[in-house]
């Protein structure tokens, strides 16, 4: 075991289609001691991807399709917020007692100590290794053109009234009107 390699960083930036100007969900973690803590730096982006676009960033099927069909009426929104709402910018689990990462314990007074260690390493690392969301230059990752031209644009194409196949959600995921997000 080496004592140096005691902790994990875990990052994200760019993986689905259907945001505004194709932008992004910058997060940053770290997992140390059975805690898992995150940083999410646009907290008024959905995580998840936009409501209006489907939520591209998760694949129909029939979950996603109960999930939103619950919050649609008016049953129970607790599991479409846990999947698809906005997040708050500070997050943390204790993943040895909530594997499932249910309980966020970022405000919770009785882990301050402990949200400020991890965040205190994790900055520290991630400016060591010239993070550009730690020296204030994060909008670069939002300014790298999108790899694949089908998708550019997804979210103003989309919403102008394109009709743009995205064959990995249902029809019934869109949204005809963004969710509020307690």
């Known amino acids: 075991s080496n004592p140096d390699r005691d902790h994990v960083l875990i990052g994200k930036e760019r993986h689905d289609i259907g945001r505004p100007d194709d932008n992004g969900y910058p997060v940053r973690g770290i997992v140390k001691n059975g805690m ?3 940083k999410n730096f646009e907290t008024g982006r959905w995580p998840s991807g936009h409501p209006l676009t489907g939520y591209l960033n998760c694949d129909g099927g029939a979950t996603k399709t109960e999930i939103l069909t619950m ?23 204790n993943v ?20 400020a260690a991890l965040n205190k390493l994790m900055l520290e690392e991630l400016r060591g290794q010239n993070d550009p969301r730690m020296l204030g230059k994060g909008a670069v990752f939002d300014d790298y053109p999108y790899a694949s031209k089908a998708g550019k644009g997804f979210y103003e194409r989309f919403t102008a009234g394109e009709e743009i196949k995205a064959g990995w959600v249902n029809k019934t995921d869109f949204e005809k009107t963004i969710p509020e997000s307690p």
């Open 96 to 115: 040895d007692l909530d594997p499932e990462c249910l309980r966020n314990l970022a405000n919770d007074p009785a882990y301050e100590e402990t949200k």
């Open 36 to 38: 898992l803590y995150l």
């Open 71 to 93: 919050r649609r009426d008016g049953k129970d929104a607790s599991f479409w917020q846990l999947c698809f709402g906005l997040r708050p910018a500070e997050e943390m689990y």
